[in-house]
């Protein structure tokens, strides 16, 4: 009897991943069947998003219609979705946690926990204990420059360095009002520095585009020489050649871990769900890396030239200040810097 | 006596069939009625409401009058459009009338040439403009900053685009066209007798002009300077790419943060308010102004016209010519070709710096941008062909004097002229993006709201055409048996191919770049290439943005030539064309 038991046991353990695989393989005829997702994403460039799209296209032969956008932008649309009864977004992918506590406790988002939701790094398990948006992706905004025109010496290293006179004109930041990254890090500076900080940068005129993505071509044009960037579009274009470089803050870069889920309604559950699958798949966490995101799982290793979050002092604020906070300092930001 | 019998039964037989058609054809005109109110009194009217409607409640309300005038921000961006506004129509004054005057009436080498760049500057659009002179102007590595800098040894140059001149320059070297238009459309019809009279009274030829020549085209220049203004205050695009960087709001891009998180349309309409005001009162103006036409230059004597010797000084008027043109084509489009085909465009002219990998990742490698410009392509050709069916019938009717107050049908045809473009999609996106149409992000309701806007163009050429129309052909049918359907269809049709070809190009043109009623009303299916090239420039991916416009541009140009062998060579220059 005991045998028994055992036998069962080592049976029940072989077949426990021959039984996950074959859902897989169900929930892939099914995808294949919708034959197509769209997927509202800001956590990558244009680039990187496509690259990943592409990559799900060619493995499972469903059309991914990538749709890049800023994660406000991103957000505001698929709200405009869902009221005008149109949800069109399957997967959503965005840089502002406070999009996804108020989605969820709106019941707007599907719960969804990806089989291989355990074989990704512990760091970033277990997000949401309700299991409907799941970390897919993870970068940092750092103290970035034109290592051209700026001696490594004269860099800024933290991020009070920004408010140096000697930076007047020459700054380049994104908007929180469209940007994730951006709006995470003008709540973590008011929580460092209040906002005074933000009156202070105010006096050296920073350029402010849209996207966070914009000070990677501030940089290389020679527009603006610091910026507060994002690690992973800044290094992959510096890794392309252009004059590029990053300092980690020693008062602590942001660490921006982005989620994704599928959005209730969604047209194309199945192919969402793989979809979901595959950011959590070694290959995604390649491309990823190739864009010099922090790879998902642990048995893909950093890019060339990043530092492991381990080394280096993060901060992040939750998900309940995120929620509560972006909101506030977007009116804070227009106030003090006229838009 | 057999054969009036014969004629007779035929033509009992023809009232017969006639009558049962014309059952028909009311049912056309009152199709084509009903689609008028659905394009233009809808939206319009649901714009107004919405104003005053609670967001969720839809109970009456003066709340979002509130809101929109409730902060200094907002009243701000209210007065910065209206100082954009005159400097620009200023500026763009400056750039046309001029060049105007020179092609007009001198002889000025090149004014063929100089028509031609005119051309090329009106068919920029905006946001195009918009790139190309960032390129050229941004503060630090801007082309003329970086020449400037090199030539002097200064420290910084003196251009930047980030600022309200910047944007005040970019606006109106892509909308000075319009005053061109205007101004040589009625020197053109300056005879050379007053002229020379003035001549003959001791005045030289600068003098002449200054006292004579353009004060009477002053009403013509002070209508274009008007539709310079009121184009200047609608624009979304340039707005949107360098009013943010340089931190500043318009009414547009204030209309814009409305329609962002959380959207609010209610809002949106009460502050659109002052917009569509200020538009139609200055229409109001500017029809007043042309519609004296002058100091009745128009007389039946056919005045002779010969272009004014100008001597030396016509080269000093062509190096202005050139100036204007360098300033909005030259420059612009050599430095947009040089970052479509740059790794990174503040690198420069190199080797090294060039590939194709741009071009390569908009049309292959990103998996909407290729679709954008498609979609694009058929919105356009979609809402051209519309409008000038639609505008067709309708100018039919009213020429025809088919039904009672035909008139107030070609006025809701103009009517869409008056509405700003974001304005007009605001009230789109109100009437007809919620149940029970629910059209929101799907195609059919930027082709309604494209087919709107140009509805004016569509019927300003309809009626021009069936004007010189003799109605006799058509009684002819009709006396024949066949029905006004059939006449239309048989007879004024064909005979207006051409015109009605003219239309269709001028709206589809126009059509493929439109951006400011698009960005409120596409879906995540139905994006267009205009709100591509916006999204894109969240990221300041100009090298991308480049690649993307240049494309545009280039399957605009084989219309382009189309229309110009068809049509003539000034065909998107006439006065019919705005």
Redesign the interface.
């Known amino acids: 009897m005991k045998i028994l038991a055992r036998l069962a046991f080592v049976a029940a353990l072989a077949l426990a991943p021959l039984s996950a695989r074959a859902d897989l393989k169900a929930l892939e005829e099914a995808a294949k069947k919708e034959g197509e997702i769209?997927w509202?994403i800001s956590h990558y460039?244009?680039?990187g998003a496509?690259d990943l799209?592409?990559a799900f296209t060619k493995t499972y032969g469903i059309?991914?219609?990538?749709?890049?956008?800023?994660a406000?932008?991103a957000?505001?649309?698929l709200?405009?979705?869902m009221?005008?009864?149109?949800t069109?977004?399957d997967v959503f992918s965005s840089t502002d946690l406070g999009h996804y506590a108020r989605l969820k406790a709106g019941g707007k988002l599907e719960k969804y926990i990806p089989e291989s939701a355990t074989k990704i790094d512990a760091a970033f398990r277990n997000f949401d204990p309700d299991g409907y948006y799941h970390p897919t992706a993870a970068g940092q905004v750092v103290l970035t420059y034109n290592s051209a025109k700026v001696k490594p010496e004269d860099t800024p290293k933290k991020w009070t360095d920004l408010l140096d006179i000697k930076w007047k004109?020459k700054v380049s930041t994104g908007?929180p009002?469209?940007s994730g990254y951006v709006g995470t890090w003008v709540l973590t500076m008011r929580r460092l520095y209040g906002w005074k900080y933000f009156e202070s940068l105010e006096k050296n005129k920073p350029?402010?585009?849209?996207?966070i993505?914009?000070t990677?071509?501030?940089l290389?044009?020679?527009?603006?020489l610091v910026a507060a960037g994002a690690d992973g579009s800044t290094l992959f274009s510096a890794s392309?050649?252009?004059p590029l470089a990053v300092n980690y803050p020693t008062d602590g870069s942001i660490l921006m871990i982005s989620p994704s889920s599928i959005v209730r309604g969604a047209k194309h559950p199945n192919a969402a769900r793989l979809f979901m699958e595959f950011l959590y798949s070694i290959e995604a966490s390649e491309i990823s890396v190739k864009h010099f995101g922090i790879p998902l799982r642990p048995e893909v290793a950093g890019a060339p030239g990043t530092q492991p979050i381990s080394k280096i002092k993060v901060i992040r604020p939750t998900v309940e200040e995120v929620e509560k906070g972006i909101p506030e300092v977007i009116e804070q930001w227009?106030?003090t810097?006229?838009? | 006596m057999a054969v009036t019998g014969t004629v007779a039964v035929e033509a009992s037989a023809a009232v017969v069939s006639r009558a049962g058609r014309w059952d028909t054809t009311w049912l056309l005109w009152i199709a084509v009625i009903a689609v008028l109110l659905v394009l233009v009194v809808s939206p319009f009217v649901y714009l107004v409401l919405t104003s005053f409607q609670a967001e969720r409640t839809g109970d009456f309300t003066l709340s979002n009058y509130a809101t929109a005038y409730g902060r200094a921000r907002y009243i701000d961006a209210l007065f910065n459009s209206l100082k954009l506004g005159v400097g620009v129509a200023a500026l763009a004054g400056l750039f046309a009338i001029p060049l105007a005057w020179a092609v007009a009436r001198t002889d000025m080498p090149g004014r063929g040439f100089t028509r031609m760049l005119v051309l090329a500057t009106f068919i920029t659009p905006p946001y195009t403009g918009a790139v190309a002179w960032i390129l050229l102007a941004a503060p630090n590595a801007g082309w003329l900053n970086r020449f400037y800098m090199f030539v002097t040894g200064a420290e910084a140059g003196p251009f930047n685009i980030y600022s309200f001149t910047g944007l005040v320059v970019v606006i109106a070297l892509y909308s000075f066209p319009y005053i061109f238009i205007f101004t040589t459309a009625a020197l053109e019809l300056v005879s050379s007798e007053m002229e020379d009279a003035a001549n003959i009274l001791g005045a030289g030829t600068w003098r002449t002009m200054r006292r004579v020549t353009l004060p009477l085209a002053l009403p013509a220049i002070m209508g274009g300077l008007i539709i310079c203004f009121l184009e200047a205050i609608a624009l979304f695009a340039s707005p949107a790419m360098i009013a943010i960087p340089a931190r500043f709001n318009v009414v547009t891009t204030q209309l814009y943060q409305f329609f962002g998180n959380p959207v609010r349309v209610e809002v949106a309409a009460a502050y659109a308010m002052p917009l569509l005001g200020v538009t139609v009162l200055l229409i109001l103006v500017q029809r007043l102004i042309t519609a004296r036409k002058g100091f009745a230059t128009l007389t039946g004597k056919g005045g002779e016209r010969r272009p004014i010797r100008l001597g030396p000084w016509r080269w000093v008027v062509f190096g202005y010519a050139m100036l204007v043109a360098s300033l909005s084509v030259f420059l612009p489009y050599i430095f947009l070709v040089q970052s479509s085909l740059a790794r990174a465009w503040g690198r420069g002219f190199s080797l090294d710096n060039i590939t194709l990998r741009n071009f390569d990742f908009v049309l292959f490698e990103h998996t909407t941008a290729a679709q954008s410009v498609i979609n694009s392509f058929i919105y356009a050709s979609a809402s051209a062909t519309a409008a000038v069916l639609i505008t067709l019938g309708i100018a039919y009717i009213v020429t025809r004097r088919l039904v009672p107050f035909a008139e107030v049908l070609g006025f809701l045809c103009v009517a869409p002229f008056v509405i700003p473009g974001v304005v007009l999609a605001i009230g789109f996106y109100a009437a007809y993006a919620p149940p029970p149409l629910s059209l929101y992000g799907t195609a059919l309701i930027l082709i309604l709201a494209f087919t709107t806007r140009f509805l004016p163009i569509g019927y300003v050429n309809a009626s021009a055409a069936l004007r010189s129309l003799n109605p006799e052909m058509e009684e002819a049918v009709r006396v024949l048996g066949g029905s006004r359907l059939m006449a239309l269809r048989r007879v004024v049709a064909p005979l207006l191919k051409r015109s009605l070809l003219g239309a269709w190009l001028l709206i589809f043109i126009p059509a493929t770049r439109e951006l400011s009623s698009a960005i409120f009303l596409y879906g995540p299916n139905t994006k267009v290439a205009s709100v591509m090239i916006f999204d894109m420039s969240e990221e300041g991916n100009f090298e991308y943005l480049s690649a993307l416009a240049l494309i545009l541009q280039v399957l605009i140009l084989p219309l382009l030539w189309f229309g110009q062998r068809a049509l003539g060579r000034d065909f998107m220059l006439r006065r019919t064309a705005t």
């Open positions: 769209t509202y460039t244009a680039e496509e799209g592409r059309k991914v219609n990538v749709v890049r956008t800023t406000q932008v957000y505001q649309r709200l405009q979705d009221k005008n009864n149109q069109i977004c004109d908007h009002a469209f350029q402010t585009g849209r996207s993505n914009d990677v071509t501030a290389v044009a020679g527009e603006r392309r050649g252009n227009r106030d810097f006229g838009n």
